[in-house]
């Protein structure tokens, strides 16, 4: 097959991607890549072993005169996101990726193109195999499953890599530092209730919340944008107080990590209110749409006559569901202090369900602080505790804290400045990283996150800026050189 990549800059990078995009590897199928970077390795007299997990490890000393300079460890992750077009016949276990030049862009053929952290990885491994570059010490983490669960930085052991600071090489837009990212853990609560038949006189309503954007539960949250769960859950509340509604079934979101964007719920209310609770929610509808008109201008609630359940939920129980909803928190729960701008702790009302005698209620908790994570995670538990709802907390990742005054990130600010005449943007994501999981087994490292500008990661629109590569190679050439002595 002919070379595509072949008069692209800086070449050493390129050759070894276009060699990784004929290697199948995604997520929880990495043996394939695992044995190419262990044959590359052997092929350039590189150090490398496989952890106990399953990352793969690769060594380099220091170029002579750089001895004294502190340990650098560069860390990307081997698997790809695995996603097509419909009509795009590929099988992500067998086939290559076909990439392509457009205009100042590589894409893949109809698939994903795995630059994402495909270039990372592959600017490690250039940086191991060459014969002229200045540098200290090296050593280069490629962790495993990272797109869909971070196994291998979660099961990365302590006391295996000797670097002091690290450079992660998996963000996606050249001329931005990121210093700081969230981490998370899952609260799910569940209420056991009682199943009553609902009484013969009253009148049965489905109500549909639709139209809200939702987005990414980190990157999105700061934005306004509402959240369905807690919207029917305000009706829910109100209705239940003023019109003795009953609640059959709720149905809201179904990702943790995305805001809600529609709910619905059959509730039962007594047939002389019928035409009083159903232009409750029609005035209701008006008051939230002015309340979100900015953010959501698209949300409706609907409301329609529907026919009566077989079973609605105990009134004590929905009483402590309602109230449990209404007191949980959702949003922004407290703003960074050292990044102006920066969400530092957030609390998503997920996904809702009420069936079959249970109320099941899953949130995300979100913090670059451990700390402030544990403090939203005891709110929500002390909500659904006055509740009597069973609390189980699952998946805890630990998060980043930005730290301004990082003796990497002066490095990076000074080189990055005398190379291209500026200063870098320096961000914090509130959303997870594997440094993250990284920083908590090697607290003493000093950690930067930098890449090439990507585009659409995660869907087969990704691309990645031909000239960015170049910039980011050379920034992290330049970086290596002058990394501080220890």
Same mark, same amino acid.
Request: aromatic share 6%.
């Given at each position: 097959?002919?070379?595509?990549?072949n008069?692209l800059k800086? &070449?050493?990078?390129?050759?070894?991607?276009e060699?990784v995009?004929?290697v199948?590897?995604p997520?929880?199928?990495?043996?394939?890549?695992?044995?190419f970077?262990?044959n590359?390795?052997?092929?350039n007299?590189?150090?490398s072993?496989?952890?106990?997990?399953?990352?793969?490890i690769?060594?380099?000393p220091a170029?002579?005169g750089?001895?004294n300079?502190?340990?650098?460890?560069m860390?990307?992750?081997?698997?790809?996101v695995?996603?097509k077009?419909?009509?795009?016949?590929?099988?992500?276990?067998?086939d290559?990726?076909?990439p392509?030049?457009?205009g100042?862009?590589?894409?893949?053929?109809?698939?994903?193109l795995?630059?994402?952290?495909?270039?990372?990885m592959?600017?490690?491994?250039?940086?191991?195999a060459?014969?002229?570059?200045e540098?200290?010490?090296l050593?280069?983490l490629?962790?495993?499953?990272?797109?869909t669960?971070?196994t291998?930085?979660?099961?990365?052991?302590?006391?295996?890599?000797k670097?002091?600071?690290?450079l992660?090489?998996?963000?996606?837009?050249h001329g931005e530092?990121?210093?700081?990212?969230?981490?998370g853990?899952?609260?799910?609560a569940k209420i056991?209730?009682?199943?009553e038949?609902?009484d013969?006189n009253s009148?049965?309503f489905?109500?549909?919340?639709k139209?809200?954007?939702?987005g990414?539960?980190?990157l999105?949250i700061n934005?306004?944008?509402?959240?369905?769960?807690?919207?029917? =859950?305000?009706?829910l509340?109100s209705?239940?107080?003023?019109?003795?509604?009953?609640?059959s079934?709720?149905s809201?979101?179904?990702?943790r990590n995305?805001i809600?964007?529609?709910?619905?719920?059959v509730?039962t209310v007594?047939?002389?209110?019928?035409?009083?609770?159903?232009?409750f929610v029609?005035?209701?509808?008006?008051?939230?749409?002015k309340?979100l008109a900015?953010?959501d201008?698209?949300l409706?609630i609907?409301?329609?006559?529907t026919?009566?359940?077989?079973?609605?939920?105990?009134?004590a129980?929905?009483?402590k569901?309602?109230?449990a909803?209404y007191?949980?928190?959702?949003?922004?729960?407290?703003?960074?202090?050292d990044m102006?701008?920066?969400?530092?702790?957030?609390?998503?009302?997920?996904?809702?369900?009420?069936?079959?005698?249970?109320?099941?209620?899953?949130?995300l908790?979100?913090?670059?602080?451990?700390? &402030?994570?544990?403090?939203?995670?005891?709110?929500?538990?002390?909500?659904?505790?006055?509740?009597?709802?069973?609390?189980e907390?699952t998946g805890?990742?630990?998060?980043?804290?930005p730290?301004?005054?990082?003796?990497?990130?002066?490095?990076?600010?000074?080189?990055?400045?005398?190379?291209?005449?500026?200063?870098?943007k320096? &961000?914090?994501?509130?959303?997870g990283?594997e440094?993250?999981?990284?920083?908590?087994?090697?607290p =003493?490292?000093?950690?930067i996150?930098?890449?090439?500008?990507?585009?659409?990661?995660?869907?087969?629109?990704?691309?990645v800026?031909?000239?960015?590569v170049?910039?980011?190679?050379?920034?992290?050439?330049?970086t290596?050189?002058?990394?501080?002595?220890?």
């Amino acid at each position: 097959m002919a070379r595509i990549l072949n008069n692209l800059k800086p &070449q050493a990078v390129w050759s070894i991607f276009e060699d990784v995009c004929a290697v199948p590897r995604p997520s929880k199928h990495e043996e394939k890549i695992r044995e190419f970077i262990l044959n590359f390795a052997k092929q350039n007299n590189i150090e490398s072993y496989v952890d106990k997990a399953g990352n793969v490890i690769l060594r380099k000393p220091a170029t002579p005169g750089k001895e004294n300079l502190k340990g650098v460890v560069m860390q990307s992750h081997m698997d790809m996101v695995p996603q097509k077009n419909n009509d795009t016949v590929h099988d992500f276990l067998t086939d290559p990726i076909v990439p392509r030049i457009v205009g100042e862009w590589v894409h893949a053929t109809g698939t994903t193109l795995g630059s994402d952290n495909g270039i990372g990885m592959c600017a490690s491994m250039a940086v191991l195999a060459s014969k002229d570059l200045e540098h200290g010490p090296l050593e280069c983490l490629i962790t495993f499953d990272e797109e869909t669960g971070m196994t291998g930085a979660f099961e990365l052991e302590g006391g295996v890599l000797k670097a002091d600071i690290l450079l992660n090489l998996d963000s996606e837009d050249h001329g931005e530092i990121f210093i700081g990212c969230a981490g998370g853990e899952n609260t799910i609560a569940k209420i056991k209730y009682t199943e009553e038949a609902p009484d013969k006189n009253s009148a049965a309503f489905k109500i549909n919340i639709k139209g809200l954007k939702g987005g990414h539960s980190g990157l999105d949250i700061n934005l306004g944008r509402g959240n369905s769960n807690k919207i029917m =859950n305000r009706i829910l509340w109100s209705a239940s107080k003023e019109f003795g509604l009953r609640v059959s079934k709720v149905s809201g979101g179904n990702l943790r990590n995305a805001i809600p964007r529609e709910a619905e719920s059959v509730v039962t209310v007594a047939n002389d209110k019928r035409d009083a609770f159903a232009k409750f929610v029609k005035d209701f509808e008006a008051i939230v749409k002015k309340e979100l008109a900015t953010t959501d201008p698209g949300l409706t609630i609907s409301i329609e006559s529907t026919t009566l359940p077989e079973k609605v939920m105990d009134t004590a129980s929905q009483k402590k569901f309602v109230n449990a909803v209404y007191a949980c928190p959702n949003g922004v729960w407290e703003m960074s202090a050292d990044m102006i701008g920066l969400v530092e702790t957030s609390n998503n009302v997920a996904i809702v369900k009420v069936e079959n005698g249970i109320a099941q209620v899953e949130t995300l908790q979100r913090s670059s602080v451990e700390s &402030q994570k544990e403090d939203v995670a005891h709110a929500i538990t002390s909500a659904f505790d006055l509740a009597g709802a069973e609390i189980e907390r699952t998946g805890s990742y630990p998060g980043w804290k930005p730290n301004v005054n990082s003796d990497i990130l002066k490095v990076m600010k000074s080189v990055y400045k005398n190379m291209y005449g500026a200063e870098p943007k320096l &961000q914090a994501v509130h959303a997870g990283l594997e440094c993250g999981l990284l920083g908590s087994v090697y607290p =003493n490292w000093d950690m930067i996150s930098f890449g090439p500008t990507i585009r659409s990661p995660h869907s087969p629109d990704e691309k990645v800026n031909i000239k960015s590569v170049e910039d980011f190679w050379n920034y992290l050439v330049e970086t290596l050189k002058n990394i501080p002595k220890k």
